[in-house]
């Protein structure tokens, strides 16, 4: 038997969880065609992978990303493959674009994912040869694909394409019965096409750009009852999954309204729900408390309820005032909502705008997910160098005991976006971590990856829950075995939205990677920059941490080599789009294809 790869040696992890054991893959055609204890002839292979000490396990499944503008660009998506993700989602948070045009995608898109307007509707109109599901999942696989992808169907995608921008984000409009047939019927047409279900927003803090509807809330979060209901009912019978964010301003009927409507009552089929997000939240601390007993009950009951979860310290880095953060209360949306600098600086220097947002500031009660407090939050960058190193609230102190707020608004005055900070938001208590990575209610992803591209994707996630887990090993304090750790990145999550991902087991398809364990260490955690061709060259900020992938395989064909894409990455088709429920074939090589420009 001839092989197209081998990796021999390594130790291999199936993805069921079961116990990893030191093997031989033998890769033909796209496939794990022969798992050995014993070593494989290599004669003709034209690619042997030495894993001795490694481990090799399946790619990784990225459950939530906003990739949907970048992959029209640049289909490798080689940020997240480099890191060891074979297979990510599109369309999360009510946001696609199958339906929308170029405009009303920036201005869904634009703000709330913080990626450059412009550059959406320049993508958007660029490519969009599609009206139909069918048709877009066409068109992503004319793209030279690199990971595989599945994806939801956006609900404000959705009702933007059917009632209009304007009149899907008012209080007083409800979609008419013609209007909500017209939204069912993109349900149905969306999953008859593979797709793992429909994303909704009832989050009041993302809002929208442009100046048609700016600083309206997203669409799909003025819906009511009737609409949700016809389409959770689609969703239900047809064994699809409901991702969804929760109201921060009402938690405990949101957020128990969506774990109860998850239950199968009366006979019904459960709602595969998963919610954002299962966060060990600095500004409350206690609601994670709540959120795991909560999925527990509910499941019981007969749900089949999941939180996300982000299994890393939420760091979040702002230019500014540039963070999406600032939309939870009024006076952050009041400068966010200002489009021009010279507008935004003439409200922070206002003395009444300066009082609201310390009285916002001050403001230690209610729902929020920023903890508000200048104290915790450490300036990174600044053309002034000795205010780097320092908080705000010690800025303020050394200034004759100025207000935090003052002092972080006159640095921004003087320093615009050329003044960087960063501050934890949450999951910054390790012993809270370990037990969010156990819990059978929680879905480990939420990475979001293609977004925020300044301050908050994480595209390594992976590899670090690994590092995680590891490092307790080491210590004689084991949390979790490294089998249910890749499990929890892989197969679970495969299985749970019914797409063929996640194995790395004979018969299976080869999307795998290969780690150093011994590079599961501090360079996870560190921050550079790196120029996003398609989006003007604008820096997003990437982990970097080559030696700790020497290979990713997508589809049986090698595209990482020690953390660089392979020239193949982005050139040829490697991924595919995973159908819901169906059997992915790998991608046959067939020549180059010329890269998306």
């Not at 369309?91 to 199958?98: A, D, N, P």
């Not at 304007?166 to 797709?195: H, I």
């Not at 921060?248 to 409507?261: C, E, F, K, M, N």
């Not at 080869?510 to 550079?528: Q, R």
Request: proline share 5%; net charge negative.
């Amino acid at each position: 038997m001839t092989y197209d790869a081998i990796i021999k040696g390594g130790r291999w992890f199936d993805g069921t969880g079961a116990a990893s054991a030191i093997r031989d893959l033998g890769i033909r055609d796209g496939r794990v065609v022969v798992v050995s204890a014993d070593p494989l002839d290599e004669t003709g292979c034209p690619e042997v992978v030495d894993a001795h000490g490694r481990w090799v396990m399946p790619g990784f499944v990225d459950i939530h990303t906003h990739y949907d503008i970048e992959v029209l660009d640049g289909p490798a998506l080689p940020e997240s493959v480099r890191h060891g993700v074979t297979t990510l989602f599109l369309g999360s948070c009510s946001l696609s674009t199958i339906h929308v045009g170029g405009v009303d995608a920036g201005d869904l898109f634009g703000r709330v994912e913080a990626i450059p307007r412009q550059h959406v509707i320049r993508a958007v109109e660029e490519h969009k040869t599609w009206s139909t599901a069918e048709q877009y999942v066409a068109a992503l696989e004319a793209l030279p694909l690199g990971p595989n992808l599945a994806a939801f169907i956006g609900h404000s995608d959705m009702r933007t394409a059917t009632m209009g921008l304007d009149r899907a984000t008012r209080k007083d409009v409800r979609p008419s019965r013609r209007e909500q047939a017209r939204m069912e019927q993109m349900l149905d047409e969306a999953l008859d096409a593979g797709f793992v279900g429909m994303s909704a927003q009832q989050l009041l803090f993302d809002k929208l750009d442009g100046d048609l509807c700016r600083s309206r809330t997203l669409p799909s979060t003025y819906a009511k009852g009737r609409e949700m209901r016809g389409l959770r009912s689609i969703l239900r019978r047809r064994r699809r999954a409901l991702q969804a964010g929760p109201d921060a301003s009402h938690p405990v009927s949101t957020i128990g309204g969506q774990a109860l409507g998850s239950i199968g009552w009366f006979g019904r089929p459960a709602l595969r729900t998963s919610l954002l997000s299962a966060a060990d939240i600095k500004a409350i601390p206690f609601v994670i408390h709540l959120m795991r007993p909560l999925a527990a009950l509910v499941n019981r009951l007969g749900a089949d309820f999941r939180w996300q979860h982000l299994p890393v310290p939420f760091e979040v880095y702002a230019d500014g005032i540039d963070l999406v953060i600032f939309e939870e209360f009024g006076s952050g949306a009041m400068a966010l909502h200002l489009q021009e600098k010279l507008a935004r600086d003439e409200l922070m220097r206002d003395e009444d705008y300066r009082k609201r947002f310390r009285k916002d500031y001050e403001s230690k009660y209610g729902p929020r997910v920023w903890h508000r407090d200048f104290y915790d939050a450490e300036i990174v960058a600044c053309p002034d160098a000795s205010v780097i190193g320092k908080s705000f609230g010690q800025v303020g102190d050394e200034r004759g005991g100025m207000h935090p707020v003052d002092a972080f608004l006159d640095l921004v005055l003087e320093h615009g976006t050329a003044i960087r900070w960063r501050t934890t938001i949450s999951n910054h208590r390790p012993e809270v971590l370990k037990k969010l990575a156990q819990d059978g209610g929680i879905q480990v992803g939420f990475s979001d990856a293609g977004a925020h591209l300044r301050n908050m994707a994480f595209y390594n996630f992976g590899l670090r829950l690994l590092k995680h887990v590891r490092d307790a090993e080491r210590a004689g304090k084991p949390f979790m075995s490294v089998e249910r750790a890749v499990h929890r990145l892989t197969g679970e999550l495969g299985e749970w939205y019914r797409i063929d991902a996640g194995f790395l087991r004979e018969g299976d398809r080869a999307d795998l990677v290969v780690l150093d364990p011994e590079h599961l260490d501090a360079a996870l955690e560190s921050y550079h920059e790196a120029p996003v061709e398609q989006y003007g060259g604008l820096s997003r900020m990437v982990n970097r941490n080559d030696a700790a992938v020497p290979a990713v395989f997508v589809g049986g064909r090698r595209v990482v080599t020690d953390g660089e894409p392979t020239p193949l990455l982005g050139t040829e088709r490697t991924g595919q789009f995973l159908r819901a429920g169906q059997t992915g074939a790998p991608v046959v090589s067939t020549g180059a294809v010329e890269a998306a420009s």
